[in-house]
């Protein structure tokens, strides 16, 4: 979760996480029909995007946003048809303070934003910048940071020194998917951007709770465990 | 793209009958990079596309099979697993892994090594080894005495881990035509309880003191069928429920659909389904077609907001945002789960697609730790008069007996 005018560099970072494994490669190869984005194609997407009017104007108004997803626009198959030469990407940009997804559609060939939708109650998959500042609320949390602890202790036989001693992926959380784990301010997830975490010791022993962290509100607002 | 789907839409027009015309390659909607073009020992070859995408994983596009000596046939345009739904016997945990959590970016895709793939081909995706590549001997494909035609694949498969599980998606595209879909699960368990109560109710005793939690894990494939092009393709249920109360006589009863439509298994009818297309006929005058035999093992029917549990097996009309089976993106009036978009438009002569639901009930035991041996849900989509006769028979040599 970066601020709006730090996406740029949170997303600097995802990219360098795909560079080390070789990107460069990829950078030469021309892309064309179904191929996924070259690394190339999504920084030249994010920037265009980051440029648009309309995506700086609601970005501007709210303090937090983040990067979700940079890929290829699912096109129509009569659209693929018609223009063969069509590459286009998809940039979406979650806005917390609004709880609102943007989608600007890129079209690389033409050096143009084609369209930009604002949606609300779509949550795509977390990024990386999401889950760990997930574990950090979650650890922070006066309820669920203890509970998260005792069950390290539980289950390694060690004491939680610092939140790296943890290995966590973070799921999107939806109340309306299930409603039994969403009680009180969990009810928001869905409408809010919320996350619910898979948790491991480094050495890969299973930490048996589910923290449910609300990234909108900036909050933990739940967790589940084995315990009804 | 234009160009293959052009150059089918051409061949079902004037080549209906000519099953074994001189076909040229259909032209890759795709570089060199994202393609797969392989021969079999048969003499058969599949080519298609294939692409990461962030939730999806791998997804195959312009799937088309050749047979010796044919004309190749595009059989899917599109691929793809279209869900992993995972809710847990003691509604502990509901998880929607593909769209929640995702199966192909960077931190979810297993970066595959040598050793993942032996005697095969590992291809990269910006540089990061993603899909493995292999052929391998299947058996027979026919044993009739003294003759054998001996079998071959092609494979490919991928991994992506959530949470504590590695998914493997692997797709086998067989030397008579046949696709075969599997999705495994190994890796470790990911929820237990220390509460008898609990676990003997919900769960299996593991080691001491601890129980796993059984749970389900619903596959969702999207199945994007355009035989032989997109247009004319035609979705039809097969069954066979006895004549009458003797129980002594079953009769075919095939039902074409006119809308889209939400079906469930049926197997003591042996319920089946196939796509067929309404222009295109084998050099025999039967109409091309590919048939889904459903997996009726375990089915899972969910609670009310889980609407999408409710069939196995749902035909809809080609729409570019319907995507998921469940928690679809809400985006351009687009509708959340595959059971909505059933919604009353004509699948008479339109570009259909099919989802499929696989389900398997895991119940933990001993042998899953310290880490299981991967699970397998499998199921086959095969010719069904694609061909006037078995595309092999003629084959390898080995049949002595024509
Ligand atoms: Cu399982």
């Known amino acids: 979760m970066g601020t709006s005018t730090g996406n740029a560099v949170l997303w600097r970072g995802l990219l360098g996480a795909a560079a080390l494994l070789g990107a460069s490669e990829a950078w030469a190869a021309a892309r064309t029909g179904y191929d996924p984005l070259s690394t190339d194609e999504q920084s030249l997407a994010l920037k265009m995007a980051l440029a648009d009017a309309r995506i700086t104007g609601p970005q501007g108004q709210s303090k937090r946003s983040e990067v979700l997803m940079v890929e290829r626009h699912q096109e129509d198959k009569a659209a693929f048809v018609a223009t063969p030469t069509l590459r286009r990407a998809d940039v979406y940009i979650y806005l917390y303070d609004s709880d609102r997804l943007l989608q600007a559609v890129v079209n690389l060939p033409k050096n143009a934003v084609d369209s930009v939708i604002t949606a609300q109650k779509v949550q795509l998959p977390p990024t990386e910048t999401e889950g760990s500042a997930s574990l950090t609320l979650a650890l922070g949390d006066s309820k669920l940071g203890p509970q998260i602890r005792d069950e390290y202790f539980r289950s390694t036989g060690r004491k939680l020194t610092s939140a790296s001693d943890l290995v966590s992926d973070a799921l999107v959380f939806r109340s309306d998917a299930h409603p039994g784990a969403a009680g009180g301010a969990a009810r928001d997830c869905g409408l809010h951007r919320c996350t619910q975490l898979l948790l491991t010791s480094r050495d890969g022993i299973l930490v048996n709770v589910l923290p449910i962290v609300d990234l909108s509100r900036g909050a933990a607002v739940g967790m589940t465990s084995f315990a009804p | ?402």
């Open chain 2, 1 to 402: 793209m234009a160009k293959i789907l052009r150059r089918f839409a051409f061949s079902a027009l004037l080549l209906p009958w000519m099953h074994t015309a001189q076909a040229a390659n259909p032209s890759p909607a795709c570089s060199v990079d994202y393609q797969v073009n392989v021969k079999l020992a048969n003499g058969s070859s599949w080519s298609m596309c294939w692409e990461v995408r962030w939730r999806e994983g791998i997804v195959f596009h312009d799937v088309t099979y050749t047979a010796p000596g044919a004309s190749p046939l595009l059989i899917l345009a599109q691929m793809n697993p279209a869900q992993i739904h995972v809710p847990y016997d003691d509604n502990g945990a509901r998880y929607h892994d593909e769209t929640d959590y995702g199966l192909g970016a960077t931190k979810d895709m297993a970066t595959l090594a040598a050793d993942d793939c032996p005697n095969g081909k590992l291809l990269s995706s910006n540089g990061k080894a993603v899909l493995c590549q292999q052929t391998r001997a299947t058996g027979y494909d026919v044993k009739y005495y003294t003759q054998a035609i001996q079998g071959q694949a092609l494979y490919l498969f991928s991994v992506s881990h959530v949470g504590e599980y590695n998914y493997i998606f692997e797709y086998g595209f067989h030397g008579d035509g046949s696709l075969e879909f599997a999705a495994g699960a190994s890796g470790h368990l990911q929820r237990f309880t220390p509460i008898p109560g609990r676990g003997e109710k919900y769960g299996w005793p593991l080691g001491q003191m601890k129980y796993g939690i059984s749970h389900v894990h619903n596959f969702y494939w999207r199945l994007d069928f355009d035989l032989g092009g997109a247009d004319n393709d035609a979705f039809e249920e097969l069954q066979f429920p006895p004549e009458d109360s003797s129980q002594e006589t079953r009769v075919l009863q095939a039902q074409e659909f006119g809308t889209e439509t939400a079906r469930t298994v049926k197997p003591d009818d042996f319920r089946s389904w196939r796509v067929k297309d309404k222009a295109i006929t084998n050099s025999d005058g039967h109409a091309i077609s590919y048939h889904l035999e459903a997996d009726p093992a375990h089915l899972f029917h969910g609670p009310e907001y889980e609407p999408f549990t409710q069939s196995e097996v749902y035909a809809t009309t080609y729409k570019p945002c319907e995507n998921f089976a469940s928690h679809n993106p809400t985006i351009n009036g687009c509708a959340d789960n595959v059971s909505a978009f059933v919604n009353g438009e004509s699948l008479s002569r339109a570009d259909l697609v099919v989802w499929y639901g696989q389900a398997f009930h895991h119940l933990p035991r001993d042998e899953d730790e310290p880490m299981m041996d991967t699970h397998w849900s499998r199921y086959f989509v095969r010719p069904q008069d694609a061909n006037a006769e078995n595309p092999l028979g003629d084959s390898a040599g080995h049949d002595q007996g024509h």
